[in-house]
């Protein structure tokens, strides 16, 4: 009769599950920040921008300029680029950006969407980021009005080719040459993309500021650097709030389960330990079913977890970038071990009131 009472709790038990998997959905949600964000920067700074430095000039000059980029100090590989300022007009909708003009076998500067997968412009269409397409109103297929803000100002309807699921920024993109034929100009560029000899690094930036024609210079690993060490301070709070709540509550929900249980059965477990049970077996019994309940939680967290980050990738996805939906092993993981080590403190706790259960005391008590 003492055995089988023990364990009839399937109402607390479930509550129980809940609890430990919403802990543990808090924790994946708040860590799988640190996974999108590897997978961000690995795929524009990796995938996307190749090059080293960004070179852009105060105005368009002509082609002959791409001569000079490439004897300028430890320049090894460059490739021209071409921006245009310009607005683009969808029915009510419009949105004022530069528009990028691509090479079709361009090694540094290249279109990859979230899928990895490579897009080469159509030799007459645009190519839109999907967050800057959902802005406008517009689909493959649609024709949009492009507003030059630059030269002669012409007004031109371009057909969107693509849209690319892109993680930072909102971009258009155009085959270069059809750039230059809307514009009705010869081979200018806007801009140069290197691949620098890094022993060469101080001497090419010297001489780049000496130069009039040079507007900016955009070295990666600084932009990548700031990119990190900004989102680093906000996500780093973010992280530690979110494992410190999920901890507060696991070990709210393990412990005061565990206690509320130790309470109501008291009386047959100090009945087991007169029978003749060992401490660690009364203990068994007792803690067992703690982590039984805390491993049917776990993956119900997992669950929960990808659901929850899901949701907050979504949540958190605007102009400036997209987190992907990211969530390594290593992430699910750290999840479970948080919950295990607080199931651990909070089971090494109530088994150190279990071993100063009064037994005397205990089976005096009136059912």
């Known amino acids: 009769m003492v055995l089988r009472n023990i364990g009839r709790r399937p109402g607390r038990s479930t509550m129980a599950i809940l609890g430990v998997a919403c802990a543990e959905a808090m924790l994946i949600t708040g860590t799988f920040a640190l996974d999108s964000m590897d997978r961000m920067l690995e795929v524009q700074f990796e995938r996307v921008q190749r090059e080293d430095v960004l070179v852009t000039f105060v105005e368009p000059v002509?082609?002959?300029?791409?001569?000079?980029?490439?004897?300028?100090?430890?320049?090894?590989?460059?490739?021209?680029?071409?921006?245009?300022?310009a607005?683009?007009?969808?029915?009510?909708?419009?949105?004022?950006?530069?528009?990028?003009?691509?090479?079709?076998?361009?090694?540094?500067?290249?279109?990859?969407?979230?899928?990895?997968?490579?897009?080469?412009?159509?030799?007459?269409?645009?190519?839109?980021?999907?967050?800057?397409?959902?802005?406008?109103g517009v689909k493959v297929g649609d024709q949009v009005t492009v507003e030059v803000l630059e030269g002669a100002r012409p007004v031109r309807s371009v057909v969107v080719s693509h849209l690319v699921d892109d993680f930072m920024g909102i971009s258009a993109y155009m085959d270069q040459r059809a750039l230059h034929r809307m514009l009705r100009e010869s081979r200018v560029l806007s801009g140069a993309t290197l691949v620098v000899d890094p022993r060469q690094e101080g001497e090419l930036y010297r001489h780049l500021k000496t130069l009039p024609a040079v507007a900016g210079v955009t070295v990666k690993r600084a932009a990548v650097e700031n990119f990190q060490r900004t989102l680093a301070e906000n996500m780093g709070i973010m992280i530690t709030f979110n494992v410190l709540f999920a901890l507060i509550i696991a070990v709210g929900v393990v412990y005061n389960g565990a206690r509320i249980s130790l309470s109501e059965r008291a009386r047959e477990l100090a009945s087991l330990r007169v029978m003749g049970f060992t401490r660690g077996e009364i203990s068994s019994i007792l803690l067992g079913e703690l982590g039984l309940t805390t491993l049917a939680a776990m993956p119900v967290g997992l669950v929960l977890g990808y659901g929850l980050a899901?949701?907050?990738?979504?949540?958190?996805?605007?102009?400036?970038?997209r987190f992907p939906l990211v969530l390594s092993a290593q992430t699910a993981l750290f999840a479970v071990l948080i919950i295990g080590v607080a199931t651990v403190a909070s089971g090494l706790l109530v088994r150190r009131r279990l071993d100063h259960l009064d037994l005397v005391a205990v089976l005096k008590t009136r059912e």
């Open 87 to 136: 607005r683009l007009r969808f029915g009510p909708h419009s949105r004022q950006l530069a528009i990028t003009g691509t090479l079709p076998d361009a090694q540094l500067s290249r279109i990859v969407d979230a899928s990895l997968r490579e897009v080469t412009p159509a030799p007459e269409g645009l190519v839109l980021s999907s967050m800057l397409a959902q802005e406008l």
């Open 62 to 85: 002509s082609n002959a300029s791409r001569y000079a980029v490439a004897r300028l100090p430890g320049v090894l590989y460059h490739e021209p680029v071409r921006f245009v300022p």
């Open 310 to 321: 899901g949701l907050t990738a979504k949540a958190f996805s605007n102009e400036l970038y």
